[in-house]
């Protein structure tokens, strides 16, 4: 049975895709089956891992426009235990007819329930707004892995994002839990980090990963390898704390 | 006649709002009269001025929903020739409304245009996504000011976005100019900002605008204060920068 982890969050820039690439990469380095799915028609998460853009492949548009099966579009990487459904939403000119079709939302949750059995866990990298993809992701998934960039914006955007999960958990996904908050780009000199970590503890308490991303530049620097961080700089900062990261879930689930 | 500015891209947290807050503030402070509009629901730009997301004032909701004049949602501000619509969609509960709605995309462009006379500039704040809210503001505008963070996603992500632009420019505006690439939260040390600079510099020669935004704690820090970094920390690198940068609109805008 997976575990279907949305990394989402409508505050642009918080270093969601940059989560999604490395906790995928860092469960299958840790012989965990991972399914990476990305939502994003910026494919950020597609490049990163070395899909390139001017190539067709199937991809999340077959899913959503021509209600194909998701196992028809998942393809390996060159991680074991590590596959991508890539977005090809604008190689395929197609994000004027994902915006104008009102999506079913619950086309994505029906697709990859077929995959149940295949993986561990299924990640889904998300855009950075409230429309149609976030929403399928957040009804596709079993809990939701909220970045949080220690800075003034990005902690005040927060409570419109709890808003949304409490209305999707409402109305389509009853179960929808918050996998936890992940800190992101944290640079222990600003007294603004240590400012917001300290708020978001006080008022969520173990809801807040332990583990703390730090401001590393191999994360910014492995995507343009076409890797993770991971296998680009595997002693890194941030390599390290993905790690951390991945082990802090696996164990949480067990004790469910 | 009003310079109708959009600060767009559909790429997460490159420095949008710090842009459109900042710019605003350096033209009013240059004895521009200037108009700040916030299409983003997160109203991070109108937080940034210190309006309160508790209370309850008129602003973008009635323009796009009630189809008011622009004119019954302006406020002033602490700072002398710098008036604000805030955003209030959520404070309204009409995310929903707004994106079920099929939104009239030219509605902000007819209602600004009023505003004509009453202002030199009109900055508008969008959010990063492609859907309405953002169409609605390169509609609206005369020209686009397009932020690029020296970094790997955001510069693979600036080719889908000039596509937008130019899909724009043949449907609904044809008039609609790039005002200039803007290099943001450049870091002189990693080697990835020069080699985005060059490369954006070979590739857009002079809308490349010669100032570049340096990464500055200033500018992390002052949204907090509820005041633009010339206010908060005028000496600082970052709000020096954005002075220039208001400098070299004025300039570019004379030589027209
Ligand atoms: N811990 C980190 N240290 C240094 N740079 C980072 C870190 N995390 C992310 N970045 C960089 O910051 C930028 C934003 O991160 P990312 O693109 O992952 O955010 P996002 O939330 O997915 O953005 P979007 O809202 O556009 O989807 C990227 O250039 C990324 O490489
Ligand atoms: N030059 C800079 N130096 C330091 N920090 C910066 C700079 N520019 C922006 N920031 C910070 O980086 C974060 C992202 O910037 P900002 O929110 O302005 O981007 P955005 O493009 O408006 O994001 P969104 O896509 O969510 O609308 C913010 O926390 C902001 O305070
Ligand atoms: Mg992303
Ligand atoms: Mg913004």
């Given at each position: 049975m997976a575990r279907k982890i949305a990394v989402a969050s409508q505050k642009g820039g918080v270093g969601k895709t940059t989560t999604a690439v490395n906790l995928s990469a860092s469960l299958a380095v840790a012989e965990k089956n991972t399914l990476l799915v990305d939502l994003d028609p910026q494919a950020c998460a597609s490049v990163a891992l070395d899909f390139n853009q001017d190539l067709l492949y199937r991809g999340v548009y077959e899913i959503f426009m021509r209600n194909f099966p998701a196992s028809g579009s998942i393809h390996e990487t060159e991680i074991p235990n590590l596959y991508v459904i890539p977005n090809n939403i604008w190689s395929n000119n197609a994000e004027d007819e994902i915006m104008r079709t009102s999506l079913n939302r619950t086309m994505l949750a029906r697709s990859v329930e077929e995959l149940d059995d295949d993986y561990e866990y299924i990640i889904m990298d998300s855009p950075?707004?409230?429309?149609?993809?976030?929403?399928?992701?957040?009804?596709?998934?079993?809990?939701?892995?909220?970045?949080?960039?220690?800075?003034?914006?990005?902690?005040?955007?927060?409570?419109?994002?709890?808003?949304?999960?409490?209305?999707?958990?409402?109305?389509?996904?009853?179960?929808?839990?918050?996998?936890?908050?992940?800190?992101?780009?944290?640079?222990?000199?600003?007294?603004?980090?240590?400012?917001?970590?300290?708020?978001?503890?006080?008022?969520?308490?173990?809801?807040?990963?332990?583990?703390?991303?730090?401001?590393?530049?191999?994360?910014?620097?492995?995507?343009?390898?076409?890797?993770?961080?991971?296998?680009?700089?595997?002693?890194?900062?941030?390599?390290?704390?993905?790690?951390?990261?991945?082990?802090?879930?696996?164990?949480?689930?067990?004790?469910?």
């Amino acid at each position: 049975m997976a575990r279907k982890i949305a990394v989402a969050s409508q505050k642009g820039g918080v270093g969601k895709t940059t989560t999604a690439v490395n906790l995928s990469a860092s469960l299958a380095v840790a012989e965990k089956n991972t399914l990476l799915v990305d939502l994003d028609p910026q494919a950020c998460a597609s490049v990163a891992l070395d899909f390139n853009q001017d190539l067709l492949y199937r991809g999340v548009y077959e899913i959503f426009m021509r209600n194909f099966p998701a196992s028809g579009s998942i393809h390996e990487t060159e991680i074991p235990n590590l596959y991508v459904i890539p977005n090809n939403i604008w190689s395929n000119n197609a994000e004027d007819e994902i915006m104008r079709t009102s999506l079913n939302r619950t086309m994505l949750a029906r697709s990859v329930e077929e995959l149940d059995d295949d993986y561990e866990y299924i990640i889904m990298d998300s855009p950075p707004s409230m429309g149609h993809l976030m929403v399928s992701a957040l009804v596709a998934a079993d809990s939701v892995l909220i970045p949080v960039q220690a800075e003034f914006y990005s902690y005040h955007a927060f409570d419109q994002f709890i808003r949304l999960v409490k209305t999707v958990r409402l109305s389509v996904n009853p179960d929808l839990e918050i996998e936890g908050f992940l800190l992101t780009m944290y640079d222990e000199r600003t007294k603004l980090a240590h400012e917001v970590e300290s708020d978001l503890r006080r008022r969520f308490g173990r809801l807040v990963f332990k583990t703390v991303i730090p401001r590393s530049v191999a994360l910014a620097e492995a995507p343009a390898s076409g890797k993770p961080a991971i296998t680009f700089d595997g002693r890194s900062a941030g390599a390290q704390a993905y790690m951390r990261l991945a082990g802090e879930i696996v164990r949480r689930r067990r004790s469910r």
